[in-house]
């Protein structure tokens, strides 16, 4: 890569040696470029380049450790201040920053987290840091509700049993083996120190079906599901037309499209096709 001679390669030169020393795998041939290339850019100062980007990569360490942060409380009191911050150390040190804004940084925290050694005992950790992010994404997405009843009502009733309802991008499903919401409602409520201490206290452990969604106000709001309709909505996620969910375990037609209709007021369902669905068998039960 040449020498930077416009902003945009002056971004990317800055941001490779900003990257350079928090990962291994970062490649150091090819196409990086080292501080020397930036040397011609500072000015003349009792500081090396290479002490100077090291301020800037200081701060840009902090800077995403305290997004991180913020994204995170539940999970950070469930695994202390020290554990979190030399996790989150080893997140940013495997996952660079590679854009120019921190909307989506984080996205990969949960799953960085469920394969640490330390933790693998601990599924709900991950899980909470899964929970946690879709809450803070789909309180940042725009979303006018817009389901076209009309042309539902004109579907023939032949085909009816065909269709096949979507959920909306504003919803998430998440299953876990220990009361999710429960644990993060105690864990964000102001609490004195001890009051809550672990995560296998007797309430916790119970299976939860969970539902995060945006709610009227535009915020993202968790709802408990029942294991039934945790299997509803699986099979839509998964493509299932109304004949196919019908087929699941203890589902009467009149009783799903009721729920069904429940869902499209609160806007989980926004759209509908009749179109041949495109999916691989799965299981829809409750794990």
């Known amino acids: ?6 902003l945009f390669q002056l971004q990317a030169c800055l941001a490779q040696s900003l990257n350079r020393g928090l990962s291994d795998h970062i490649s150091t041939h090819g196409d990086s470029v080292g501080v020397n290339e930036l040397d011609n ?8 380049s290479e002490q100077l980007i090291s301020i800037h990569r200081n701060n840009y360490v902090v800077s995403l450790k305290g997004s991180l942060q913020q994204l995170f409380p ?4 469930l ?24 909307d989506f940084y984080g996205g990969a925290f ?22 946690e992010w879709h809450l803070d994404r789909i309180s940042d997405m725009h979303y006018v509700k817009n389901f076209d ?16 309802f979507s959920l909306a991008t504003t919803c ?66 998964n493509g299932l037309s109304l004949s196919q969910l ?9 009783t799903l499209m009721k729920q069904i209709t429940d869902w499209i007021a609160l806007g989980c369902i926004d759209t509908f096709s009749l179109k041949a669905a495109k999916y691989q068998p799965v299981n829809t039960n409750p794990v």
């Open 74 to 77: 539940a999970t950070q009191a």
């Open 172 to 237: 998430y499903l998440l299953s876990s083996d220990t009361n999710l919401i429960a644990l993060h409602e105690d864990l964000s409520a102001p609490k004195r120190p001890g009051e809550i201490d672990h995560a296998d206290k007797t309430g916790y452990r119970k299976q939860s079906y969970i539902l995060v969604l945006q709610n009227q106000q535009g915020d993202s709001a968790v709802m408990p599901l029942t294991s039934q309709h945790w299997r509803w909505l699986q099979g839509l996620t």
């Open 110 to 131: 949960a799953n960085f987290i469920k394969d640490l050694k330390a933790l693998k005992d601990m599924p709900f950790v991950a899980q909470m840091a899964e929970l």
């Open 149 to 164: 009843f009309q042309r539902l009502s004109e579907i023939d009733e032949s085909q009816v049993m065909g269709i096949h």
């Open 1 to 6: 890569m040449p020498k930077p001679n416009n």
């Open 79 to 102: 695994v202390g201040n020290r554990y979190f911050a030399h996790v989150s150390h080893q997140f940013i040190d495997h996952c660079p920053l590679t854009e120019p804004h921190l």
């Open 246 to 254: 019908c087929e699941i375990e203890q589902t009467e037609l009149s």
């Open 41 to 48: 850019l500072f000015v003349d100062s009792d500081f090396t």
